[in-house]
DNA sequence: CTGTTAGCGCCTTCAG
DNA sequence: CTGAAGGCGCTAACAG
């Protein structure tokens, strides 16, 4: 019952080896009956190839890379498991497995990249939470070993991306906010050597400053993308005096953290206080209130990452190898006026999207019939 | 600037092959001066070895596959991404990897099994989402393939596995909201081929009978474990015109749904309805109200799962293969007594956790102090 | 159309 | 203490 090998299926059929692999490969110089009991024969064996015998013929492993980025021990966010979701699914499709590897403990980040490269368990590695200067990048560039990032890089201009421009989409919430009225507008930030925390910060800024509002730097606080950690800058942030009437994260995660710290609080979301998030997870859409957030197809995403990273492994042309996709912002029932205000204070019903990037005719056509 | 191999390390240290190997392999028959060098030469050629020249020879991968579990597409079940930590920094610690894989879109899930394992890329495997007479399990059986289980199976007595002692944990729950005063406890629950489904309706059913409460089946929904679905079970459930006064969900993600639907019924939780989850994810912890749940230490049964798996790869004894662990009911807001009751509603305050599973004496003796 | 042969990188006898 | 040789499973060039 141990499983089955070319030499099995020779014995079997009474071929030689060489003969079976050309049979199973599909080359056209087998009889066709040959060819026939072969096919036979692995059905019944249940053959699969020995990817390391195969691999070390043709140096193909059939297999990315990716590394769980991971911020202390209980790190658990849901985008995660979407992206990999994505990938996973495109890379089954193209018959391509996934290697998974986590920074492990306190180990090096960069030692894990090298170790999987180096002992060639990858054809190509998907990288995401790129940091200023990224050595890992650097360090692919230099092995030549093909790769994909979620994000933008700044220390590889020709580098292949999926991103979604942040700074925009940030911008658009922090410029909601502004024309609800909202004046003091905190801002839940992530670590600064990260990439995308540069863009998601520059919309913030860009937002106020052009609305002519000054930046308030004990407005800004910066969180490790967790929940927990959203709390907590959320709890600082409301302690002032003259507390921000809106608080813009810039993940879900964080988001969400906040609103545990604005109902701690006393406060209510959306009405004391406007919340807004990026990404989208499914959490953002059934949280209470809904969350206004930027959408991120990001299984879509994940499945267009590993498509890109498919041709470049494969020496395919790849069309467009940096896409920066415009943000779809989603107003939800977790942003309104501040208090004060005269009028009702929740613009936005529960429940109900009010998608910008996505242009929704049907429902209108619908009624009218 | 290609990697390093054996070869290079031969030439560049002008000893053969075979010597660079057992230096490299901490063989005792080899000159110390010799070995220094060679090791040198290793670092300074960033050596690591090829992993499929290493598998050929000794048939070890060195790595352990686990296929994430999809109903639908959107699955984001954050569960599993801790899962993966602690697997992840456990293996990483041991020195290996993950190979992680989807069922694929439509693919029958079993395929992906054989495909992993016949085509040699895993050592073991760590299984969850066990169903009943699991087909994967008779397979892995079969072929002799080591796996270690997430969850229990009923086709295979010795199977190695850790759990959490479900029908336990829901009972706990269900017999607290009894206590509460709740007669109407709804339950939305899971596939009915999933193992884990029997367990946890078990355990709903024995605190109503042992109670004196009839089962009423009106009561019961089945989702998919997705918060979608779980709003929309709730949905269901609060419709009727003797509605619950309080929803068992049997996990998390069911139950956050389940807060979406009672909020959107215009009821508040804890208190015209109250709610239960089972696992324990972060977000349940940060819901408001937060939620009372059996707090499931999945990133250290992910460190534990693969500890066991690497044992019985490396034919160690496993002191205890087989564990079920007590369940550890987190009672929060999200529970209160029924509507109509004299006494305040809110017996447990937010944010403040009262756990039965752990003994919490510091706190009373600092209040002395 | 089919079989023989060589070699990918590694480890492990076996000789010396 | 070191080197030569064989073979894990697979594919591809070559011979017939």
């Known amino acids: 019952m141990a499983t089955a090998r070319l030499k099995d299926l020779a014995r079997k059929t009474g071929f030689s080896i060489s003969t079976v692999s050309r049979a199973l490969l599909g080359y056209r110089d087998v009889n066709p009956k040959t060819r026939e009991r072969i096919l036979e024969a692995a059905r019944e064996l249940n053959y699969y190839p020995f990817q390391a015998g195969k691999q070390l013929r043709s140096g193909k492993t059939h297999t990315v890379g990716f590394l769980i980025p991971t911020y202390g021990k209980r790190f658990s966010d849901p985008f995660f498991i979407e992206l990999l979701s994505g990938i996973g699914d495109m890379a089954s499709t193209l018959d391509y497995d996934i290697l998974v590897g986590t920074s492990g403990g306190g180990g090096k980040e960069i030692e894990a990249y090298r170790r999987i490269v180096g002992s060639g368990r990858v054809d190509g590695l998907i990288i995401t939470r790129t940091k200023i200067n990224d050595e890992r990048i650097t360090y692919l560039l230099e092995t030549k070993t093909p790769f994909v990032v979620l994000g933008r890089v700044n220390n590889a201009p020709n580098a292949p991306f999926i991103d979604i421009d942040s700074k925009a989409g940030i911008k658009q919430l922090t410029e909601k906010l502004i024309e609800l009225?909202?004046?003091?507008?905190?801002?839940?930030?992530?670590?600064?050597?990260?990439?995308?925390?540069?863009?998601?910060?520059?919309?913030?800024?860009?937002?106020?400053?052009?609305?002519?509002?000054?930046?308030?730097?004990?407005?800004?606080?910066?969180?490790?993308?967790?929940?927990?950690?959203?709390?907590?800058?959320?709890?600082?942030?409301?302690?002032?005096?003259?507390?921000?009437?809106?608080?813009?994260?810039?993940?879900?995660?964080?988001?969400?953290?906040?609103?545990?710290?604005?109902?701690?609080?006393?406060?209510?979301?959306?009405?004391?206080?406007?919340?807004?998030?990026?990404?989208?997870?499914?959490?953002?859409?059934?949280?209470?209130?809904?969350?206004?957030?930027?959408?991120?197809?990001?299984?879509?995403?994940?499945?267009?990452?590993?498509?890109?990273?498919?041709?470049?492994?494969?020496?395919?042309?790849?069309?467009?190898?940096?896409?920066?996709?415009?943000?779809?912002?989603?107003?939800?029932?977790?942003?309104?006026?501040?208090?004060?205000?005269?009028?009702?204070?929740?613009?936005?019903?529960?429940?109900?999207?009010?998608?910008?990037?996505?242009?929704?005719?049907?429902?209108?056509?619908?009624?009218?019939?």
Do not use: W
Not at 232 to 241: F, N
Not at 314 to 331: A, D, G, M, R, Y
Not at 338 to 350: A, L, Q
């Open 181 to 369: 009225g909202h004046r003091r507008i905190a801002l839940i930030t992530s670590p600064n050597e990260l990439i995308f925390t540069r863009y998601r910060n520059e919309g913030y800024r860009e937002a106020l400053l052009e609305n002519g509002i000054e930046i308030d730097e004990t407005l800004i606080a910066i969180g490790n993308l967790t929940q927990e950690s959203g709390r907590q800058c959320a709890l600082e942030l409301l302690k002032q005096k003259n507390r921000p009437t809106a608080i813009v994260a810039v993940n879900d995660l964080m988001a969400l953290g906040a609103y545990s710290a604005v109902q701690q609080s006393g406060l209510e979301i959306g009405k004391d206080v406007s919340v807004t998030g990026y990404d989208g997870i499914s959490m953002a859409e059934n949280a209470h209130p809904p969350l206004t957030t930027i959408e991120v197809p990001i299984y879509e995403i994940g499945k267009r990452l590993f498509e890109i990273l498919f041709k470049i492994i494969n020496h395919q042309k790849v069309e467009h190898p940096q896409i920066l996709l415009p943000p779809k912002p989603v107003f939800r029932a977790s942003i309104g006026k501040p208090p004060g205000t005269n009028n009702p204070s929740h613009t936005f019903k529960t429940g109900n999207d009010l998608s910008v990037g996505e242009k929704k005719i049907k429902p209108k056509l619908r009624r009218i019939l």
